[in-house]
């Protein structure tokens, strides 16, 4: 009844609601999670007050073009709307990449350790996922290259890499992707995009098109603080557009989320106090723990991912303890790692100060 290759299929793990710490520990005191790389600041004022001005108009099916959001995204981007996919997160937009791209027994190739959600939509299509390896904590483009064969389909690269916030220079994938064969989808995953302050990042929408072409992904689940209503968006080269508007549902992005993720485009001071305060956060986080003898990594993104020279699961679980959930990188293939998403100002210093007594206590 189940298709074969879907019969050990394990949901996504997500990090450790704060509310399932509560029960299970019955702490009583503060909880900060700094697990899953949210916006810690709420969701942008004027989103908020689209959402509530949008309510009345609940009982009508959205916009299935999303027209205005569309609109105003293509504006932002220099771009035509035709070349824009809204998705239910960009989540979304990867499933129906796939979807769209590789039929069952092709290929997809993508770093290892890297976001699990394309190794799992591939799989659920009946594709297979070939995975590199890291080098030097960086997407290994070259090693990625090398495992192209005529069923490779897809390359996803996130970037900033999840979880090591490193980034892929301009100029290095320029060089790297005039060698490619024509005949893939390169997917760049920007979810952190906004995070970047390194002028030689590299610019996706340049490739967008050429051959192979080249896919940029965002989303307003991190910088725009909308995780909870679910949208994000692709911009490709129109003909590749024009089949993922046919094959995804026609409301996919509901009403609330399309007038929030405009509203949140619009709301320029909240965007900008974010990327301040957490690329401020992310430089005061990592000379912090560089201070306690801890090895983090430099990051383009709103986490920090650092080598604790010992096995993370006790650290871990020991900072649960004290009301802090970060994520333990045991999973991942990164026994002594963990990532700590950056919080608010009063959140970093709450989790530093915990960090400091555990590593004191073992
Ligand atoms: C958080 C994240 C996303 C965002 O997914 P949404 O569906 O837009 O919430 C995408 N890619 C990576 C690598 C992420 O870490």
Excluded at 33 to 46: I, M, W, Y
Excluded at 71 to 97: M, R, T, W
Excluded at 98 to 104: E, G, M, R, Y
Excluded at 323 to 344: D, H, K, N, Q, W
């Amino acid at each position: 009844m189940i298709k074969s290759y879907l019969q050990d299929f394990k949901p996504y793990p997500p990090g450790k609601p704060i509310s399932e710490l509560k029960r299970e520990l019955g702490i009583s005191g503060p909880i900060i999670k700094l697990a899953s790389n949210e916006n810690p600041f709420g969701p942008p004022p004027r989103a908020i007050r689209a959402i509530k001005e949008a309510i009345s108009d609940l009982h009508r099916y959205p916009d299935p073009a999303a027209y205005n959001l569309r609109k105003a995204l293509a504006s932002h981007y220099k771009v035509e709307p035709e070349e824009i996919v809204l998705g239910n997160g960009s989540n979304e937009i990867l499933d129906l990449l796939v979807k769209a791209c590789l039929s069952p027994k092709e290929e997809a190739l993508m770093s290892e350790p890297s976001f699990l959600m394309y190794e799992k939509f591939v799989t659920a299509a009946g594709g297979k996922a070939i995975k590199v390896p890291l080098k030097n904590f960086q997407h290994d483009l070259q090693g990625l290259a090398r495992k192209i064969t005529e069923k490779t389909k897809i390359i996803f690269l996130d970037n900033p890499h999840n979880p090591t916030g490193s980034i892929i220079y301009h100029e290095e994938f320029e060089a790297w992707y005039k060698a490619l064969p024509k005949e893939l989808v390169i997917v760049i995953d920007e979810a952190y995009g906004e995070f970047v302050d390194d002028p030689k990042v590299l610019k996706p929408l340049f490739f967008k098109n050429f051959s192979p072409p080249v896919v940029l992904l965002r989303t307003f689940s991190k910088a725009y603080g909308l995780a909870g209503l679910r949208v994000g968006y692709g911009i490709m080269q129109k003909k590749l557009a024009r089949i993922l508007n046919a094959i995804r549902q026609p409301f996919n992005v509901n009403s609330l989320a399309q007038v929030a993720a405009q509203a949140a485009l619009e709301d320029r001071n909240f965007l900008q106090k974010v990327l301040e305060t957490t690329r401020t956060e992310r430089k005061r986080l990592t000379e912090a723990l560089k201070a306690l003898g801890l090895h983090p990594y430099p990051s383009q993104a709103n986490f920090i991912f650092v080598d604790l020279h010992q096995p993370a699961r006790k650290i871990y679980e020991a900072l649960l303890k004290k009301g802090v959930i970060v994520r333990s990188m045991e999973a991942y293939g990164f026994p002594s790692f963990l990532r700590i998403s950056i919080g608010t100002p009063e959140e970093n210093t709450f989790f530093l100060s915990r960090l400091e007594e555990v590593l004191h206590e073992t």
